[in-house]
């Protein structure tokens, strides 16, 4: 009867590994058109059916109408099930604490506060269009310094960030 046991619990830990294997293996780069379901974070709404515009559906989930985006970098969670801006930054881009498997800090990424010199509290040097598309992209804030790897380095196309881009001028600082 022992060896029954054992390989009962053999197969519930290969059954296991396998789901690991699964769901490691199952975050596929959006494809064009297909939208995820946005990961929802305490506290966080997300706008239900459709988005208005490209920008504000990448903003949302990550994914965008036009192109394939990817993401590298990022913290577990987002590794594995990807997410869009406002998993982090909030719905409304204003940013905030981020609880999910650990903590972070994710700043205000409205175009008015990003653009305004004053940011988080702090005197920052004014982003320009062309710093934010840095800042996404290569993780490098406006004053030249690397962002911490909690914000994913993206791969978009230069008409999606600008579309992004256009979704953060809409918010309110
Ligand atoms: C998984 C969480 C996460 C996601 C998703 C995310 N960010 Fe970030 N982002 C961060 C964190 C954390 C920082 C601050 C890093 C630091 O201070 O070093 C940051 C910083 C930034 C900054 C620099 C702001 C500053 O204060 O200098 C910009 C711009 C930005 N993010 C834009 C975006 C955009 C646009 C998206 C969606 C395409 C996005 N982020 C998605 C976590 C995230």
Redesign the pocket.
């Known amino acids: 009867m022992r060896w029954l046991l054992a390989t009962a619990i053999a197969l519930i830990a290969v059954g296991l590994i396998g789901l690991f294997v699964v769901n490691y293996f199952s975050f596929i780069p959006n494809q064009p058109g297909n939208v995820r379901v946005p990961l929802r974070g305490p506290g966080t709404r997300f706008p239900s059916g459709n988005f208005s515009s490209n920008g504000e559906q990448?903003?949302f989930t990550?994914a965008s109408t036009r192109d394939t985006i990817t993401a590298t970098g990022?913290?577990f969670w987002?590794q594995m099930h990807g997410?869009?801006?406002a998993?982090?930054?909030g719905p409304d881009g204003r940013g905030g604490t981020?609880v999910m498997m650990g903590r972070?800090?994710?700043?205000n990424?409205t175009y008015k506060a990003?653009t305004s010199g004053m940011?988080?509290g702090e005197k920052?040097k004014p982003?320009t269009d062309a710093l934010?598309k840095r800042?996404?992209t290569r993780g490098i804030?406006?004053e030249g310094e690397q962002?911490?790897q909690?914000?994913?380095r993206?791969h978009m196309s230069d008409q999606d960030l600008n579309d992004?881009i256009g979704y953060?001028k809409t918010l309110a600082p």
């Open positions: 990448i903003f990550g990022g913290p987002f997410g869009g801006c998993n982090c930054h981020v972070f800090t994710a700043p990424i990003l940011h988080n920052h982003y934010i800042a996404i804030d406006s962002l911490n909690n914000m994913p993206w992004v953060l």
